[in-house]
Nanobody
Framework: QVQLVESGGGLVQFGGSLRLSCAAS????????MGWYRQAPGKQRELVAA???????NYGDSVKGRFTISRDNAKNTVYLQMNSLKPEDTAVYYC??????????WGQGTQVTVSS
């Protein structure tokens, strides 16, 4: 069974930075496209960034130029470096498959709160 454990969230001021981590277990991590998602209160979960097994990346328009997704296959971990944070980035952040072919069980997520 796949387990996803997100960490690194917190409270940060407008313009600040955070680095999120997601450790995966129970899966051959290196072959999968991975994604970071977020869900704000009252809104649907959205994909903000994805990275293929080969390292190609894609970003949602709202985070382009500010967020960077990366992965370390040796550690079965995907990261999300978030810079120039805005209050509208406030959400619970999750990782999962990023290929739209299905999802593993969701982890608990990590809360990111950006104060203005």
């Amino acid at each position: 069974q796949v387990q996803l454990v997100e960490s690194g969230g917190g409270l940060v001021q407008f313009g600040g930075s955070l680095r999120l981590s997601c450790a995966a277990s129970g899966v051959i991590f290196s072959i999968h496209t991975m994604g970071w998602y977020r869900q704000a209160p009252g809104k649907q979960r959205e994909l903000v960034a994805a990275i293929t097994s080969g390292g190609l990346t894609n970003y949602g328009d709202s985070v382009k130029g500010r967020f960077t997704i990366s992965r370390d296959n040796a550690k079965n971990t995907v990261y999300l470096q978030m810079n120039s944070l805005k209050p509208e980035d406030t959400a619970v952040y999750y990782c999962n498959r990023g290929d739209f072919l299905g999802y593993w069980d969701w982890g608990q997520g990590t809360q990111v709160t950006v104060s203005s």
